[in-house]
C-alpha cells in the first residue's frame, strides 16, 4: 500500500537558517511527488512538484527538493528560511497511475524572527 | 473570483444533528475531493468526483455522503454527527491525471 512518511513532526528554526524536511515514500510503481505548503489560517497550496526529468525541483519562495529514486526519498530544502516560512509542510505523492494522492503527517516549521 | 470556494467556513453544532458543506470551483476541473483534517493536521482523503462520478470512497462512516450535481460542485452531507467528526474539511479539485490539487479555505466543523 501507499504511504508517506515525514520525518520531522515538529521543526523549529532561527531566521537565516538552513531548512531541509525528510519525506520518504512506499510504492512499487512511478510517482508524481508533491510538497504543499499551509500558513497559519490558511488553505493548503503547491510549493513544488516533481513528474520526470531533472530529480532536483524548485518551487516558489526558494525551495527546492530533490528526489532520489533509490531512496524513495523527496526531501524539501531552503538555505535560508524567514519568520514568513512558518507553515505546515505536508508531502504528497500519487501513483502514476491511479486516482489518489497520499498526504504525510506533515511538519510544523516555527521561524524565530 | 476565489477558484474553489467553501461554505461555511466555520459550523457548530449539536451532536445528533444533521449538517452539509458546499463546494465549487470555477476552474474547469473535471475532479474534486473531500479531505478531512484532524486536530493533529493529518490529512486524509475521504471522496473523489471525476465528472459526477465517484471514483474514491475511502473507509468512511455512511453517515457521510457526497454528492455532486455537476462537474463544478461537490456537496458533502452528514447525518447524525458525532463528536469525532469535529475537524476541518477541505474541499480540492483536479484538472488533469498529474493531479495538481487546489484546495479552498476549510470549513472548522465542531460538534458539540
Known amino acids: 500500500a501507499q504511504s508517506v512518511s515525514q520525518h520531522n513532526h515538529h521543526v523549529i528554526l532561527s531566521e537565516a537558517a538552513s531548512l531541509e524536511l525528510g519525506c520518504n515514500y512506499s510504492?512499487?510503481?512511478?510517482?508524481?511527488l508533491f510538497w504543499y505548503v499551509q500558513y497559519p489560517g490558511q488553505h493548503l497550496q503547491l510549493l513544488l512538484k516533481?513528474?520526470?526529468?531533472?530529480?532536483l525541483v524548485k518551487g516558489i519562495k526558494g525551495f527546492e527538493a530533490e528526489f532520489i529514486k533509490s531512496k524513495f526519498s523527496f526531501n524539501l530544502r531552503k538555505p535560508s528560511v524567514q519568520w514568513s516560512d512558518t507553515a505546515e509542510y505536508f508531502c504528497?505523492?500519487?501513483?502514476?497511475?491511479?486516482?489518489?494522492?497520499?498526504f504525510g503527517a506533515g511538519t510544523r516549521l516555527f521561524v524565530k524572527a | 473570483d476565489t477558484a474553489v470556494s467553501q461554505t461555511p467556513k466555520y459550523l457548530v453544532t449539536q451532536m445528533g444533528n444533521d449538517k452539509s458543506i458546499k463546494c465549487e470551483q470555477n476552474?474547469?476541473?473535471?475532479?474534486m475531493y473531500w479531505y478531512k483534517q484532524d486536530s493533529k493536521k493529518f490529512l486524509k482523503i475521504m471522496f473523489s468526483?471525476?465528472?459526477?462520478?465517484?471514483?474514491i470512497n475511502e473507509t468512511v462512516p455512511n453517515r457521510f455522503s457526497p454528492k455532486s450535481p455537476d462537474k463544478a460542485h461537490l456537496n458533502l452531507h452528514i447525518n447524525s454527527l458525532e463528536l469525532g467528526d469535529s475537524a476541518v474539511y477541505f474541499c480540492?479539485?483536479?484538472?488533469?491525471?498529474?493531479?495538481?490539487?487546489?484546495f479552498g479555505a476549510g470549513t472548522r466543523l465542531s460538534v458539540l
Open positions: 480540492a479539485s483536479s484538472q488533469d491525471s498529474k493531479n495538481i490539487q487546489y
Open positions: 510504492y512499487g510503481g512511478t510517482v508524481n
Open positions: 516533481y513528474f520526470s526529468g531533472d530529480p
Open positions: 504528497a505523492v500519487k501513483g502514476t497511475g491511479g486516482f489518489k494522492t497520499i
Open positions: 476552474l474547469g476541473h473535471d475532479t
Open positions: 468526483y471525476n465528472n459526477k462520478e465517484l471514483i
